[in-house]
Structures are given as structure tokens and as C-alpha cells.
């Protein structure tokens, strides 16, 4: 039964949606717009007992996880721009000792120390690596306080199912606001086996070992077998391209323009899209959930549709999922783009004014 | 016929690929020994450090986690704090904990974690050729101090053992080191001391081993024992800097008490 | 109802954060689409503090509120920042007890309330900004009062049930000055 919708904060539901999906592990550091989530870790890990580690940085914390992880528990920690890009160290790590891990990056304005206001200015560093080596992580960006509860809950699956770090990529919007949100009953965690997990041999009744060591590492100083290595990585990566792609299509069967944006800038686009049709223009949107796997074939398959004439990618930035939806359009038809900077975010407006302009000539 | 001496069952048997000379093998022997001889070996979980010493998980034959470069400290806390009933050791070098890894070393012992960090402490970076370390002694020749440590230039070597001893959370620090056979004894006991302080749930223990680098400090073997012996001891003098006081038979009562559900007086 | 958009200011402590909570919570009662936003950039600084509300039937776009069709402000420097922010026909909810100055604007309807006069009155400051929200209620019809009630019954903890009729008596004073 669906319960009861409660109106809370963005960074408040991913700390409870943790909670809800099993983790009992929280390490992080503070910064803003994130330290919510700190906040009712700090209490609510207490009471159920859990682990709650306020570490001396975000590299320490990440490594909290790394080690959480490597003894077999699901661990997260979260924090904000700045913050992940020190953690940047132990996420490689975590991609090549193949650890589940939940990190959740309330993203800032930056570069440098920046501002604290909302920005998607993090996203090929969420979606192209961050860290050195080639690797990936999954890469989920929720547009609802709503979904940030389920698609966390959702991380922790997806972690343990492919032994893969998930990265929750939201906005200070998105942390800072309250929203309606409804809690399930029971929650749908998919438990896995870890026999990998480094949490001691173990002892049989006769003294003898349960088992060989165990071993977490990332080092494999041989070069052939660091390629074979490699190549099990982009396999794995392989099959959650096949399997994970998530995104929201509307309106495509008779758009002329289709915006792509994900996250806040979807939420302000969706009521583009309503703007547009009172003046005649039929505007579709293909919002991606994953950034990372990419919905490129949802996108190439609009951009082949006769009656999709131009893309228009709205984002927080200068410009950078815009490299992803270009690939995938692949030349087929223009994209045009629409970004805002430094914490600001677009208006309805704004968005709709590009939407006119790119009906009436193709000229922006 | 009686047995003297075998391997032991902690290492794994993969031969160390330590230069000759070097102490690294001691100490991982002197650990191994001790968690065998503690029954501790199958509820041991240890992490390896980067520097020399950055593939002791292929010896130890515990569970093993390689950790990134000083971050030791922190992976075994989030590896503690899930498995309290195991025993969590670090093994680091001095590049690993006295530089890149001081703020994981401080605020572990600050934190009281409980765990065990196993410094060794050879003056000098080994695996990265002979640089420069937060412990290289005054004077001393590395490839980045060509013309000898020069304080006013480098500043002065790091004494972790008496820095991490002030910090209320570290409740046994002692440095040994591993030159004859009576500090290899007084070395042994220091880490079974320290495993028992963890298993009492007393808080941070820290071994520093001073330990010898023929390689990169350009001496025969036995050159080196004699080195650290008239060099570092000076500036590194042995001893137990915290929770002398705390005897053996206290901590094998502590222990027994905490099996039997009691609770600890620290 | 489409983005029925409200920006609450004032000084930090006041209860303006609080009351765009209970705006949206008895919205919510309602069966609306909600979102609440804080400022928390640098404006912060200086002790100001303010937040947006959206009301919807439809799912909310930004909950960052550039154009407000209501503005109600509890000091001076909120006037000063967010007149200019209220659409055309829009409300702008004056406390006189705390703002010297007048509305300058005369495309908009002003409500002027001497809100701090009514919290002095019940005795704490929070009951000023919550006076306003009566001044909301009755000008816009954006949430009833009966789901204020009730929302504050289900939000509030039962101990701070004994609140509710003081908050109810200020929101009503508040009402009546529409």
C-alpha cells in the first residue's frame, strides 16, 4: 500500500532511503549544500546501530567506505563538489578493487571552492571517470525528491550487483528542497552473496580454516595481467550498458524540438514543453536517469524521427552532457543548447524563448 | 625428532621479494607468529599499505586489503567499525604514514579506533628509490637530499611514537626495533601487547619498528644494523611511550572479562 | 492551480522558514503538489533569511521562485530585494510592525499587517510570520484554513499540540485583516 506523502528535504530522504536499503555505514565530511544528509546520519545511525564516522576529509571518508565495503557491508558516504573531487583518489580504488560503494555528490557551482549554489557543472567528471584509469560509474540523476528515495534505494542494488561504485548525482536544489514523498512499505533489496569480502577466514570446529585469504587490492604490477583485468572491467561496464539504461521520453511521437536535460533542468523544461503547446509548438523531452550508462540509442532513435526537426540540451553548465547527446545525434540534426552558470538556474521563460527562436528560423 | 623451528602458517609461503638485508621480513614474521600463536589468524583482517611493503597481502595469510597510498589508517576504521569483533591491523612505511598519511594516522589514534597500525620506520622512501623521509635523520644523504638533511632547507625528522603518545585516544605506543635477537623478543611481545589492547577494546595501538634499508642507504646489511644502532636510536629512542602501566595479565583479565559478557574498565 | 508561487522574508529566527513549511504542508493536506525552498546562499548573511513555496495541480518545475505571485515580508531589506519580484496582480504581505517603509508599486495588491504587533501580543516571534499566513490564506485561497488545522495537527508533534490554538488565533487575527 502506498503510504502517506511527507514533505521532506532532498538531502534528509537520501540519508532515510540509505537507511531503508540496508546501510548501516555513513563516513563523511561536511560541506554545503549536503550536510543535511550528515546531519540525520549522525542521529538516526545512533539509534538503530549503525556506523556513523564524521572523518578528518572526504579522502579519509572515502576510504571508511572502501574499507566498510571490503568487509562486505553496504557503505556510502556523501558530499559536494569540492568534496568529490578529493574523494576522486578512493573512487578509482573502489572501481578497481570492484567494491559496492554509494557516493552522492549534491553537486555546487564551481570551479575551485566556487559557490554553493545548485550547478551540474560535475558531470564529465561523474560520467567520464574523475579519477585516474579507465573505469566507470554508474551514474544516477534524480529529478524529484521522490526519486531521490527510490533510486537510492535503487543504488545499493546496483552496487552489490555489479560490484560497482553508484554515484547519486543531484543539485542544491535538489538536496535543499522539500518535496512530497511517499515510503514504501517494504523496500525491494535484492541481497547478493559476497564471498569476496574480506572479513576473516573464519575458524571450523576443529580449528582449521573456513576458507583460503582473502584479498582486496587494486595493484597488479604484471602488465598482462593488469590488461585481463581491464578487459573484466569493460565487460562488466559492457553488460550495464545493455542493462541499466534509464531514462523518460515525452511527447517524442509529434515533437518538432526535443529538449534533453536531466535532473532540475528537466523539472523546469517539463513545464517548457506545456508553455510551448499554448503557442502552437510541439516540444518532447528525453530526460536521462542514468547519465552513466548514457540512453545514446533512445537519443539517435529520436534524432532518425521525421518529425524531430532540432534538439535543445538544457543544463547547469557550459555545456557538457551536450558532447554525449551530440554523439548520439550523431550530425543527424542540429542541437542547440541553453545553459546557465555559476549557481543560477533558468526560467521557464528563458527556456521557452530559445524553444521560439529555434521554431521560427533554426537561428539561436 | 623434534621440530625447532618451521614456517609459520600466518605467511603464506610466497617468498618476500624484500631486498637482502632488509627488516620488512622480520616484522611480517614477528606479526604472522603472533596472530598464529593468539589463534587469530582466521578472525584478522589487515591492510596493506603502498610503499615497499605494498603487496603484504600476498604474505599475510589473514584477510587482506590493499589500501591507497597513507589512507590505511582509514580503511581499517571503516573495516572496524563493521566487523567489532575482528581484529584490524595496518602495516605502513614511513612515506605512507609520517607524510602523505599523517591526518588518517592522527585522527584514528585521536578517534581511539581500535585497531593496531604497524609503523616501520626505515628513514627513508624504499620503493620510489631513496628519497627523502618525514623520518630522515639530520645529515642524512637521500636523491632528494643530496647534500644531507639540512634542518633550516628540510626541516626536522618526524618522532611519530611521542606525537601520537599525547593523544588521549592512543592507549598503548611503544618503539622496538629488530637488531638482535633480544629487541626481535622485546619487538614480538610489543605486537602481541598491542593485538591484546585492541581485543580489550582499549583504543589506538602503534608499533614503530625501526627498520634498515641496505639498498638505499648504501650499506651492507650489517653496515645498516649498525647504523640504525649509533644513528637512529638517537633520534628514535626505543620504549614504550603509552600504557606501560598496562600489563599483560591486566589485559588477558580484560579480555576473558569481555568474552564473559562483562563490562571493561579502561 | 499552476506554480502559485509565494516567497516568505525576513530576519533569521523570526519563524519565516517554519511558516513556508506550514504553507506547504497544509497545501499538501490538500492534495496539491508542493515544494519548499530555502535561501541558503549568501544572502544569509546580514541575518536575512527566506525561503519559496510552489503550489501546484501539476508536478512543480524549479522551486526557485524568480517571479512570486505572493511576497510576504517581515523586515525591511526583504521589501527592499523582493518587490520588484511580485508578477503583475500579484500580493505583496507587509508586516508594518517591523517595515517603515511603503510599497512602492502600484500594479499589486499590498496587504499591510502589523504582524509583529500580534506576536508581541501572543508572545513569541513565530506567531507573526504565521499571522501572515491568515493574510495568505484569505487573499489568494491558495490553501484553506481548515488544512492549516489540520496539517499542523499531523505535522506537529503531540507535544507541541498545545501551540496549535495560539497559531490558529494568530492566523485567524491575520485573516481578518484582508
Not at chain 2, 605467511?11 to 607468529?33: D, M, N, Q, S, V
Not at chain 3, 512570486?68 to 508578477?87: G, R, T, Y
Request: glycine letters at 10%; charged letters at 20%; aromatic letters at 8%.
Amino acid at each position: 500500500m502506498a503510504q502517506k506523502r511527507l514533505l521532506m528535504k532532498g538531502n534528509e530522504v537520501i540519508a532515510e532511503a540509505a537507511i531503508r536499503a540496508g546501510c548501516r555505514n555513513y563516513f563523511g565530511y561536511p560541506i554545503t549544500p549536503q550536510t543535511e544528509v550528515m546531519h540525520y546520519m549522525a542521529k538516526k545511525m545512533v539509534q538503530i546501530g549503525g556506523n556513523f564516522v564524521q572523518a578528518e576529509s572526504e579522502l579519509a571518508a572515502i576510504n571508511m567506505v572502501y574499507g566498510a565495503a571490503s568487509a562486505g557491508f553496504r557503505a556510502m558516504t556523501s558530499s559536494s563538489s569540492p568534496g568529490i573531487s578529493l574523494k576522486q583518489e578512493g573512487i578509482s580504488y573502489i572501481a578497481g578493487a570492484e567494491l559496492p560503494a554509494v557516493v552522492v555528490n549534491i553537486v555546487r557551482a564551481g570551479p575551485g571552492l566556487g559557490g554553493i549554489l545548485p550547478a551540474q557543472g560535475d558531470y564529465f567528471q561523474a560520467t567520464k571517470g574523475g579519477g585516474h584509469g579507465d573505469y566507470r560509474n554508474i551514474v544516477i540523476a534524480p529529478a524529484s525528491v521522490q526519486e531521490l528515495y527510490e533510486l537510492t534505494v535503487e543504488a545499493f542494488n546496483l552496487a552489490d550487483k555489479y560490484r560497482n561504485l553508484v554515484m547519486i548525482l543531484g543539485d542544491g536544489t535538489l538536496g535543499q528542497m522539500m518535496e512530497p514523498v511517499a515510503f514504501r512499505d517494504e523496500e525491494p533489496i535484492v541481497t547478493y552473496e559476497k564471498p569476496w569480502a574480506t572479513n576473516g577466514r573464519g575458524y571450523n570446529d576443529d580449528g582449521s580454516y573456513k576458507r583460503e585469504h582473502n584479498t582486496i587490492t587494486s595493484i597488479y604490477i604484471d602488465p598482462d595481467v593488469l590488461e585481463v583485468k581491464n578487459n573484466e572491467l569493460q565487460a562488466k561496464y559492457e553488460l550495464i550498458r545493455q542493462n541499466e539504461v534509464r531514462y523518460e521520453a515525452i511527447g517524442l511521437e509529434d515533437a518538432e524540438i526535443v529538449i534533453t536535460a536531466f535532473s532540475t533542468c528537466s523539472r523546469i523544461s517539463r513545464n517548457v514543453i506545456r508553455q510551448a503547446a499554448e503557442l502552437g509548438i510541439k516540444v518532447g523531452m528525453i530526460r536521462p536517469i542514468t547519465l552513466w550508462p548514457f540512453p545514446t540509442q533512445a537519443i539517435a532513435d529520436a534524432a532518425a524521427m521525421p518529425n524531430v526537426k532540432a534538439f535543445l540540451d538544457v543544463e547547469l553548465n557550459a555545456g557538457q552532457m551536450i558532447e554525449d547527446v551530440k554523439l548520439a545525434v550523431n550530425g543527424a540534426k542540429p542541437v542547440y543548447f541553453h545553459g546557465r552558470l555559476g549557481g543560477n538556474l533558468p526560467t521557464q521563460k528563458e527556456i521557452l524563448d530559445k524553444i521560439v527562436a529555434i521554431h521560427e528560423g533554426g537561428k539561436v | 625428532m623434534a621440530i625447532v623451528f618451521e614456517k609459520t602458517e600466518g605467511l603464506t609461503g610466497k617468498p618476500f621479494h624484500y631486498c637482502p638485508g632488509c627488516t620488512h621480513g622480520i616484522a611480517h614474521r614477528l606479526i604472522a607468529e603472533s596472530m598464529v600463536e593468539m589463534g587469530i589468524l582466521g578472525t584478522t583482517v589487515g591492510v596493506a599499505s603502498v610503499g615497499c611493503s605494498y603487496n603484504s597481502y600476498e604474505y599475510f595469510n589473514c584477510d587482506m586489503v590493499q589500501a591507497a597510498h597513507g589512507r590505511a589508517p582509514a580503511v581499517a576504521t571503516g573495516i572496524k567499525r563493521t566487523l567489532k569483533d575482528k581484529t584490524v591491523f595496518t602495516y605502513q612505511g614511513d612515506g605512507d604514514l609520517a607524510s602523505i598519511g599523517c591526518a588518517e594516522i592522527v585522527h584514528a589514534a585521536a578517534r581511539g579506533e581500535k585497531i593496531c597500525v604497524f609503523f616501520i620506520n626505515n628513514a627513508v622512501y624504499g620503493m620510489t628509490s631513496g628519497q627523502m623521509a618525514p623520518t630522515t635523520l639530520l645529515g642524512q644523504v637521500t636523491t632528494t637530499s643530496p647534500f644531507g638533511r639540512d634542518a633550516s632547507y628540510q626541516g626536522y625528522p618526524i618522532n611519530v611514537a611521542e606525537l601520537l603518545s599525547n593523544l588521549t585516544g592512543a592507549a598503548y605506543v611503544e618503539r622496538v626495533c629488530m637488531t638482535d635477537f633480544k629487541n626481535i623478543n622485546n619487538a614480538k611481545k610489543a605486537i602481541k601487547k598491542a593485538f591484546k589492547v585492541q581485543q580489550a577494546g582499549l583504543g589506538f595501538a602503534f608499533v614503530e619498528f625501526l627498520s634498515t634499508c641496505p639498498t638505499n642507504w648504501g650499506k651492507a646489511p650489517l653496515d645498516a644494523m649498525d647504523w640504525l644502532k649509533e644513528k637512529m636510536i638517537p633520534q628514535y629512542p626505543l620504549g614504550c611511550f603509552k600504557g606501560e602501566d598496562i600489563t599483560v595479565q591486566a589485559l588477558d583479565e580484560m579480555i576473558a572479562a569481555k568474552a564473559a559478557g562483562e563490562e571493561v574498565k579502561a | 492551480m499552476i506554480d502559485f508561487s509565494i516567497i516568505l522574508a525576513g530576519f533569521g529566527g523570526q519563524g519565516i522558514l517554519s511558516a513556508g513549511k506550514f504553507a506547504a504542508e497544509a497545501a499538501l493536506y490538500e492534495g496539491k503538489e508542493v515544494s519548499w525552498f530555502p535561501s541558503y546562499g549568501p544572502e544569509m548573511r546580514g541575518g536575512t533569511a527566506n525561503c519559496s513555496v510552489v503550489i501546484s495541480d501539476e508536478p512543480i518545475g524549479s522551486p526557485v521562485v524568480n517571479d512570486a505571485d505572493v511576497v510576504i515580508c517581515c523586515n525591511q531589506p526583504s521589501m527592499e530585494k523582493f518587490e520588484a519580484s511580485i508578477k503583475p496582480g500579484g500580493y505583496l504581505i507587509v508586516d508594518t510592525g517591523m517595515i517603515k517603509i511603503k510599497a512602492t508599486r502600484t500594479d499589486i495588491n499590498v496587504i499591510e499587517l502589523d504582524a509583529s504587533g500580534i506576536a508581541d501580543e501572543f508572545g513569541a516571534m513565530a506567531y507573526g510570520p504565521i499571522s501572515m499566513l491568515g493574510c495568505l490564506s484569505k487573499a489568494t485561497g491558495c490553501f484553506s484554513r481548515e488544512s492549516f488545522e489540520k496539517s499542523l495537527y499531523e505535522v506537529l508533534p503531540e507535544r507541541r499540540h498545545k501551540m496549535i490554538p495560539g497559531n490558529l488565533a494568530a492566523f485567524d487575527k491575520g485573516a481578518a485583516a484582508v
